[in-house]
């Protein structure tokens, strides 16, 4: 079976540029992640959604982040504008209810914003 | 504040020796409790968990870890270490309190010596 599986793997944008990366989660997973990977700042959990709906988002920095997840299959995650300092790693994980269980991890996208 | 801390950022062990990596959070009640694993240019991986029953869970590639409830703490253990075991460890929790909303702690980058 495929895990999750994310695009682009890198991006290198210029600053003001919008950027959308992209998640396609485990089938049968209820549970959809964005995380945010900075030296700095370690693993950020940036929103989660169930069954396609938005729980939390406390964690998305600003008004220039959105996530989106038409569908159980797919979800978006949209930089407009991008600037440098979003520059990380933006990784997509995805379980199955009933508990809090595994995270299966996307192997990531690098975002470089110039 | 809630909290996942893991003091050591870098360790270093010679091949074969034992390992511990160090894990304490700063929660009301026990959590649901994790150990992941990422290689360079990786996701995370799922070593082990601990929800509740016996204190020493068993996980995948030799590790073990031992939830101690006094002292707030989760470490990870490994009698013989590999130099495939070279990676950066997380360790991560969850509030027993309905929420899905993983929190990861800073990471413990290991390094072993041939």
């Known amino acids: 079976d495929a895990g999750v599986i994310q695009s682009p793997r890198h991006e290198v944008t210029e600053m003001g540029q919008e950027v959308t990366l992209r998640c396609k989660p485990i089938?049968?997973?209820?549970?959809l992640f964005w995380y945010r990977q900075t030296m700095m700042r370690g693993l950020e959990l940036l929103i989660y959604?169930?069954?396609?709906?938005?729980?939390?988002d406390s964690g998305m920095p600003e008004d220039r982040f959105s996530a989106k997840m038409p569908n159980a299959s797919f979800s978006t995650l949209k930089i407009q504008p991008s600037e440098p300092r979003d520059s990380a790693v933006y990784f997509c994980?995805?379980?199955?209810?009933?508990?809090?269980?595994?995270?299966?991890f996307g192997e990531g996208s690098r975002l470089t914003v110039l | 504040a809630q909290s996942v801390t893991q003091p050591d950022i870098h360790i270093t062990v010679s091949e074969g020796a034992s390992l511990e990596l160090r894990c304490n959070y700063s929660?009301?009640?026990?959590?649901?409790l994790f150990w992941y694993v990422q290689s360079p240019g990786q996701g995370l991986q799922l070593l082990l968990k601990?929800?509740?029953?016996?204190?020493l869970v068993q996980g995948i590639k030799g590790f073990e870890a031992e939830f101690k409830r006094s002292q707030s703490s989760f470490n990870l253990r490994k009698p013989s270490v590999h130099w495939s075991d070279a990676a950066e460890y997380f360790c991560?929790?969850?509030?027993?309190?309905?929420?899905?909303?993983?929190?990861f702690g800073t990471g413990t980058r290991l390094k072993v010596l041939a």
């Open positions: 601990y929800f509740s029953g016996d204190t």
């Open positions: 089938s049968g997973h209820d549970y």
């Open positions: 929660y009301g009640a026990t959590p649901y």
């Open positions: 959604f169930n069954n396609n709906v938005p729980i939390d």
């Open positions: 991560a929790v969850v509030p027993t309190s309905g929420t899905y909303k993983y929190i």
């Open positions: 994980a995805s379980s199955k209810g009933g508990g809090p269980g595994e995270l299966f």
